[in-house]
């Protein structure tokens, strides 16, 4: 299939890269690229056709039928929603295009997040209708963390209601992008047939009959020319603020071409200074090979972006690493999942260097070394075998046991520690026990597992009731998890209701201190810490301290007296859930040069932080979500009536063509139902989505409630 764009050059000087011999695709061809969106935007559905197009696929799978390729669990194909990111390979114009389409839910936003830290560039996927809307937000926001540059994609143009300029408008205005129109769209709604090319002045059609695989590229219709060339002259004057290059061809020459145009987008895309803002309607095939030529074209290369930046293992000092085949190798696992037919699967980005087959690769945070097995390119839940994967690729490696999400991979006798990737807390958890005595084993083996696979779901035993408690990020969060264990991992087990995962903290400070003395098995055991506790700014973490001398305690010990304030941090003292946000200060202490031990330290730091905790009006925490409520006009009293009986506060009100958005933050411990609720109070006509804000006091009277019960 030929492009229907040209080939964009790159201004930027790359420094000198060496490639290894036998490599099917340069460095400069290489894309690696992630999907993200709101939840029912049309992120899968856009990569299905991306893939039918670029012939990785020979049928277009749809959401909808439950047969797109990149939604390949079960319980995303019966909820039609993405779970799991997922990755693929395909090419494009003598290009290896790597995409991850990414789940819309905000309870899986850590596939997001950790797609995200080995990405190069991403497509924005919003809705023509809708436009910016909660989760948009929250994975552009992600984007800019790592300093991602995109190019925005509006989707479902053909929809009652979509309104282009305005979602270019939302985008915007919400987002704090700089994004322009490079397309417009010929007609809207049901009259959708086609874009305009601002850039090369033409015109692309899709055939129907071929599901839009034929491209038909004409003149501009002379109904819009006017609109078009304006909006050309607006494009270039928006470019050309960020570049110096196309302003000083514009002074020279006011008449602009394609190729110079598209080669200034690109250099002010790949800064992340600009977003080229593209449209179509995926569903009906139109508008895809566009959006395929903007990924070439102004979408960065590995050797486009900065080196990765990480430490050495030993002195701590900065080291960078260059995106080629003859550095020493670099990689970080980003995801953990586990495969029924080769087992533990880890997918990698490779920074520098070759990943090959067989080799021994150092992991710097268990300091040891292991074999690669297999090395494998993913497309879903399908694997190709490869001997290697260069540098600037994304893969997946078979036979290493001892590899967590964030870990870095490397050489031993270089070894680099690259950056983790931070992953949020927990918000909601309930109690999950085997149904029989032999499911038990099997039960704890398969969390395990599913541990390994989502750093944001938690496992934990309750000492007092000796319970299994599992945590995570929303209630379809779990209700997956409890899915998964029962028809993948085949594991029978009793699930309570969801609760509220709270936290601890404190208002004030305080000073305690203790002295451990006591014989054990015949020996005598003495400690004495002495700490001081002090609240920190909300999400900040905890931070210990030691601001004392050797004679005090010897520096054997304090290991001993940082586990036990960690311990005690951990289990909280109000209601056992964690302290957050305090920082620890060992003041004074004590030693006996006989008698203290590991066990005494450990036991006396425990002690003295709960003594101090307690004098500092410790406070119970909750998770406050920030929730977007779309309603109709007359049910709007009903909705804001509502949102006051659950505890929330009215952020914003936006009124839009016969609905109305309203911003509010509600504690999740008032949102369990809220589905049903709202369906309830606005006759099913209402809509929303939260995600989490942050932490906030319980009220005392309610705080009472909890610590008793």
Same mark, same amino acid.
């Given at each position: 299939?030929?492009?229907?764009?040209?080939?964009?050059?790159?201004?930027?000087?790359?420094?000198?890269?060496?490639?290894?011999?036998?490599?099917?695709?340069?460095?400069?061809?290489?894309?690696?690229?992630?999907?993200?969106?709101?939840?029912?935007?049309?992120?899968?559905?856009?990569? #299905?056709?991306?893939?039918?197009?670029?012939?990785?696929?020979?049928?277009?799978?749809?959401?909808?039928?439950?047969?797109?390729?990149?939604?390949?669990?079960?319980?995303? $194909?019966?909820?039609?929603?993405?779970?799991?990111?997922?990755?693929?390979?395909?090419?494009?114009?003598?290009?290896?295009?790597?995409?991850?389409?990414?789940?819309?839910?905000?309870?899986?936003?850590?596939?997001?997040?950790?797609?995200?830290?080995?990405?190069?560039?991403?497509?924005?996927?919003?809705?023509?209708?809708?436009?910016?809307?909660?989760?948009?937000?929250?994975?552009?926001?992600?984007?800019?963390?790592?300093?991602?540059?995109? /190019?925005? +994609?509006?989707?479902?143009?053909?929809?009652?209601?979509?309104?282009?300029?305005?979602?270019? &408008?939302?985008?915007?205005?919400?987002?704090?992008?700089?994004?322009?129109?490079?397309?417009?769209?010929?007609?809207?709604?049901?009259? +959708?047939?086609?874009?305009?090319?601002?850039?090369?002045?033409?015109?692309?059609?899709? !055939? #129907?009959?071929?599901?839009?695989?034929?491209?038909?590229?004409?003149?501009?219709?002379?109904?819009?020319?006017?609109?078009?060339?304006?909006?050309?002259?607006?494009?270039?004057?928006?470019?050309?603020?960020? !570049?110096?290059?196309?302003?000083?061809?514009?002074?020279?020459?006011?008449?602009?071409?394609?190729?110079?145009? $598209?080669?200034?987008?690109?250099? /002010?895309?790949?800064?992340?200074?600009?977003?080229?803002? *593209?449209?179509?309607?995926? *569903?009906?095939?139109?508008?895809?090979? %566009?959006?395929?030529?903007?990924?070439?074209?102004?979408?960065?290369?590995?050797?486009?972006?900065?080196?990765?930046?990480?430490?050495?293992?030993?002195?701590?000092?900065?080291?960078?690493?260059?995106?080629?085949?003859?550095?020493?190798?670099?990689?970080?696992?980003?995801?953990?999942?586990?495969?029924?037919?080769?087992?533990? *699967?880890?997918?990698?980005?490779?920074?520098?260097? /070759?990943? &090959?087959?067989?080799?021994?690769? +150092?992991?710097?945070?268990?300091?040891?070394?292991?074999?690669?097995?297999?090395?494998?390119?993913?497309?879903?839940?399908?694997?190709?075998?490869?001997?290697?994967?260069?540098?600037?690729?994304?893969?997946?490696?078979?036979?290493?046991? =001892?590899?967590?999400?964030?870990?870095?991979?490397?050489?031993?006798?270089?070894?680099?520690?690259?950056?983790?990737?931070?992953?949020?807390?927990?918000?909601?958890?309930?109690?999950?026990?085997?149904?029989?005595?032999?499911?038990?084993?099997?039960?704890?083996?398969?969390?395990?597992?599913?541990?390994?696979?989502?750093?944001?779901?938690?496992?934990?035993?309750?000492?007092?009731?000796?319970?299994?408690?599992?945590?995570?990020?929303?209630?379809?969060?779990?209700?997956?998890?409890? !899915?998964?264990?029962?028809?993948?991992?085949?594991?029978?087990?009793?699930?309570?209701?969801?609760?509220?995962?709270?936290?601890?903290?404190?208002?004030?400070?305080?000073?305690?201190?203790?002295?451990?003395?006591?014989?054990?098995?015949?020996?005598?055991?003495?400690?004495?810490?002495?700490? &001081?506790?002090?609240?920190?700014?909300?999400?900040?973490?905890?931070?210990?301290?030691?601001?004392?001398?050797?004679? =005090?305690?010897?520096?054997?010990?304090?290991? +001993?007296?940082?586990?036990?304030?960690? !311990?005690?941090?951990?289990?909280?003292?109000?209601?056992?859930?964690?302290?957050?946000?305090?920082?620890?200060?060992?003041?004074?202490?004590?030693?006996?040069?006989?008698?203290?031990?590991? /066990?005494?330290?450990?036991?006396?730091?425990?002690?003295?932080?709960?003594?101090?905790?307690?004098?500092?009006?410790?406070?119970? *925490?909750?998770?406050?979500?920030? @929730?977007?409520? @779309?309603?109709?006009?007359?049910?709007?009293?009903?909705?804001?009536?509502?949102?006051?009986? $659950?505890?929330?506060?009215?952020?914003?009100?936006?009124?839009?063509?016969?609905?109305?958005?309203?911003?509010?933050?509600?504690?999740?411990?008032?949102?369990?139902?809220?589905?049903?609720?709202?369906?309830?109070?606005?006759?099913?006509?209402?809509?929303?989505?939260?995600?989490?804000?942050?932490?906030? %006091?319980?009220? =005392?009277?309610? =705080?009472?409630?909890?610590?008793?019960?």
């Amino acid at each position: 299939m030929s492009s229907v764009a040209e080939n964009a050059q790159s201004s930027s000087a790359a420094p000198a890269r060496r490639e290894a011999e036998g490599r099917p695709y340069s460095l400069a061809n290489i894309r690696n690229i992630g999907v993200i969106a709101h939840i029912d935007a049309g992120k899968t559905t856009t990569t #299905e056709r991306m893939l039918y197009y670029t012939g990785r696929v020979h049928r277009i799978g749809n959401v909808d039928e439950g047969t797109a390729t990149m939604d390949w669990m079960v319980q995303e $194909r019966e909820r039609g929603i993405t779970i799991m990111s997922a990755a693929t390979t395909c090419y494009w114009r003598d290009t290896q295009i790597n995409i991850i389409d990414t789940p819309g839910h905000v309870d899986f936003t850590v596939e997001v997040e950790r797609s995200l830290r080995v990405l190069d560039g991403v497509i924005g996927v919003f809705c023509g209708v809708a436009g910016v809307q909660p989760q948009s937000e929250t994975v552009w926001r992600q984007a800019r963390k790592y300093k991602i540059p995109g /190019v925005a +994609f509006v989707n479902k143009m053909d929809r009652m209601g979509a309104r282009f300029n305005w979602v270019v &408008k939302n985008i915007r205005e919400r987002l704090g992008l700089a994004a322009w129109p490079v397309q417009l769209p010929l007609g809207s709604e049901s009259n +959708f047939r086609g874009v305009l090319d601002l850039v090369g002045r033409r015109l692309f059609t899709f !055939d #129907e009959g071929t599901q839009g695989a034929h491209v038909d590229e004409g003149e501009w219709p002379e109904e819009m020319r006017n609109e078009a060339e304006l909006a050309r002259a607006e494009l270039i004057e928006h470019v050309a603020e960020h !570049d110096d290059v196309l302003m000083n061809a514009f002074l020279e020459n006011a008449e602009i071409d394609a190729t110079a145009l $598209r080669a200034a987008l690109r250099r /002010v895309t790949v800064a992340g200074k600009f977003v080229p803002v *593209l449209c179509g309607t995926s *569903l009906r095939n139109q508008g895809i090979q %566009p959006l395929l030529d903007a990924v070439v074209d102004y979408l960065p290369s590995p050797i486009e972006v900065p080196d990765v930046v990480g430490h050495n293992i030993k002195t701590g000092a900065e080291i960078t690493r260059t995106a080629d085949d003859h550095a020493p190798l670099s990689a970080l696992a980003f995801k953990i999942a586990n495969d029924s037919y080769v087992g533990k *699967l880890i997918y990698a980005r490779v920074y520098s260097g /070759v990943l &090959k087959k067989g080799a021994a690769i +150092f992991n710097p945070r268990t300091r040891k070394r292991e074999r690669v097995m297999r090395l494998l390119r993913v497309h879903a839940n399908q694997r190709e075998d490869v001997e290697q994967l260069y540098s600037g690729e994304i893969g997946a490696i078979v036979g290493l046991k =001892q590899v967590t999400t964030g870990d870095t991979l490397c050489m031993e006798h270089n070894p680099i520690l690259l950056e983790r990737i931070v992953f949020p807390e927990p918000v909601i958890a309930m109690a999950v026990e085997p149904k029989t005595q032999g499911d038990r084993e099997k039960l704890r083996d398969s969390l395990q597992a599913l541990v390994d696979e989502d750093p944001t779901f938690l496992v934990k035993t309750d000492e007092e009731t000796g319970q299994t408690i599992i945590g995570g990020m929303g209630e379809l969060h779990l209700e997956i998890i409890r !899915d998964r264990l029962i028809r993948e991992f085949k594991v029978q087990a009793n699930v309570g209701k969801p609760t509220v995962a709270y936290r601890e903290t404190i208002l004030g400070a305080g000073t305690a201190s203790f002295t451990f003395e006591r014989e054990i098995g015949g020996h005598s055991h003495f400690a004495a810490v002495e700490i &001081k506790v002090s609240p920190r700014e909300r999400g900040s973490g905890n931070t210990i301290v030691f601001n004392v001398s050797d004679d =005090q305690i010897p520096q054997e010990f304090r290991e +001993f007296v940082e586990q036990g304030l960690r !311990d005690g941090l951990i289990t909280g003292i109000l209601a056992n859930y964690p302290l957050i946000d305090v920082e620890v200060v060992t003041i004074n202490g004590a030693f006996h040069p006989v008698d203290s031990s590991e /066990v005494a330290f450990r036991s006396a730091a425990i002690m003295a932080l709960r003594e101090a905790v307690r004098a500092a009006s410790p406070t119970l *925490l909750e998770p406050i979500m920030k @929730v977007e409520i @779309v309603t109709p006009d007359e049910h709007l009293g009903d909705v804001i009536g509502d949102v006051s009986g $659950r505890r929330g506060r009215i952020k914003e009100m936006v009124a839009q063509e016969g609905v109305q958005i309203v911003q509010a933050e509600i504690p999740l411990a008032e949102l369990f139902g809220y589905s049903t609720g709202l369906r309830s109070l606005t006759r099913g006509r209402a809509s929303y989505s939260m995600e989490p804000a942050r932490f906030e %006091p319980v009220p =005392q009277n309610l =705080q009472e409630s909890i610590v008793n019960r």
